[in-house]
């Protein structure tokens, strides 16, 4: 493999990214089914994956990315949609499409190719509907047996751009109509979505739900996590990482093992972990070494390793609970084998109350939400030695 710098959360080039093959396999078998939802904290990796299907499709599927960052309102989602498509309807030769059509009929003209309504004009009450369904059928009618996946990056941040420039029942209803072309037997043929999220789609359904609204599709998609990497590809990333950087290791494979081990294998640490030994003088990276970097970066207070928004997100996941969850993952950090439910209901008593039911609600979020591990015998964990490391530090 080739040397690589560091670069935590910077784009990367799709060569700099390794391992995933078991990942995408298991997503492109997935598609043939049904939609994805490929759902990680941030920076675990989410935007590579779908760099990677990108780069390399599977035979027989068209692979079209749309990144939802700038999306602040259903018109822009339904005009990203159209000039994301359009440039691939040329591919199977047909002169009338609906959307064009559509476009044409509101003054639409040619910007860069694409038909678009000016900024400014008024657009009827729902443009983007049709618009976003016009363009899918259009697709799905010229495409014949061709099948297509539309990568839909940063879903949730979108759907929270979209509840704070409008309201609840627009994200709502952006959902709606974008399960309904999944589920619809015309646009649902040989045409799939992945969707990406940060900010837990599922708190962002939840609060949708709490809020009077009836999720009928994009929960039901079918959730794939990001794990760790497999962890020959962590080595190998840390060695790459320990050439690229050119830092000194007595033997480089411990080295290796241990950035790999420190970061929990997650790519994001390695590439961060990595860089930090490099602005070190002398550019050691024994394992001693290593272990100390982590502990400067979690004692950092720029926040290098991003881990601050798994404490202040509680505020917004767990509104009612908030006393007891910080409780309870306090009590997981400081302990140094993992807990039974005993042990975590004698010690939070006071917090959640003596019913065990909550408390069992209260460790199944926090086991969806990373921050906890449930092992084989019912014992809790933290998912994450290097969060786990950050959290006992008692940060604030
Ligand atoms: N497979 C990989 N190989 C090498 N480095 C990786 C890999 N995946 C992620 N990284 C590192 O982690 C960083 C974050 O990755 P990426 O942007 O894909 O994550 P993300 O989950 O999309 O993050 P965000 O939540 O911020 O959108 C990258 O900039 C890179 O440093
Ligand atoms: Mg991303």
Not at 9 to 26: F, H, N
Not at 46 to 62: E, R, T
Not at 338 to 347: K, T
């Amino acid at each position: 493999m080739p040397p690589r710098r560091a670069k935590p959360g910077a784009l990367l080039d799709v060569d700099e990214i390794c391992g995933r093959d078991k990942l995408i396999e298991e997503m492109w078998e997935t598609l043939e089914q049904q939609s994805v939802r490929l759902e990680a904290e941030k920076r675990t990796g989410k935007s590579s994956i779908l760099q990677l299907m990108a780069a390399n499709p599977k035979p027989g599927w068209l692979v079209v990315s749309l990144g939802l960052l700038d999306v602040h309102s259903p018109d822009e989602l339904a005009d990203a949609v159209y000039a994301k498509l359009y440039p691939h309807f040329g591919r199977w030769g047909r002169a009338k499409f609906k959307a064009r059509e559509f476009l044409t009929s509101l003054g639409g003209t040619e910007v860069g190719g694409v038909l678009k309504v000016p900024d400014g004009a008024t657009r009827p009450k729902g443009y983007w509907k049709t618009l976003l369904k016009h363009t899918i059928q259009d697709l799905v009618e010229c495409k014949g047996e061709e099948k297509v996946v539309l990568l839909f990056d940063e879903v949730s941040l979108m759907l929270q751009n979209l509840i704070l420039r409008s309201d609840e029942n627009t994200a709502m209803e952006v959902l709606d109509v974008l399960s309904h072309l999944r589920k619809d037997p015309q646009t649902g043929r040989g045409f799939r979505m992945v969707l990406t999220g940060s900010i837990g789609l599922p708190h962002v359904i939840a609060r949708l739900k709490t809020a009077g609204f009836a999720d009928q599709g994009v929960s039901a998609m079918e959730s794939i996590p990001v794990p760790a990497l497999d962890a020959a590809d962590a080595v190998q990333l840390a060695t790459d990482l320990i050439d690229g950087e050119a830092l000194v290791a007595a033997d480089k494979a411990k080295s290796a093992a241990a950035l790999a081990d420190v970061s929990d294998r997650i790519p994001f640490y390695t590439h961060r972990v990595a860089k930090w030994l490099a602005g070190r003088p002398g550019k050691n990276a024994d394992p001693a070494v290593v272990d100390r970097a982590v502990g400067e970066l979690l004692a950092d207070e720029q926040d290098l390793l991003e881990l601050r928004h798994f404490r202040s997100r509680i505020d917004n996941y767990y509104p009612d609970d908030k006393a007891a969850v910080v409780a309870i993952l306090d009590m997981v950090a400081r302990a140094d084998t993992p807990l039974g439910l005993d042990e975590i209901a004698a010690a939070i008593n006071t917090a959640v109350g003596p019913e065990s039911g909550k408390l069992k609600d209260l460790l199944r979020l926090l086991v969806l939400d990373h921050y906890l591990a449930r092992d084989g015998d019912s014992r809790y964990r933290f998912r994450y030695s290097l969060l786990k490391r950050w959290w006992r530090s008692d940060p604030l």
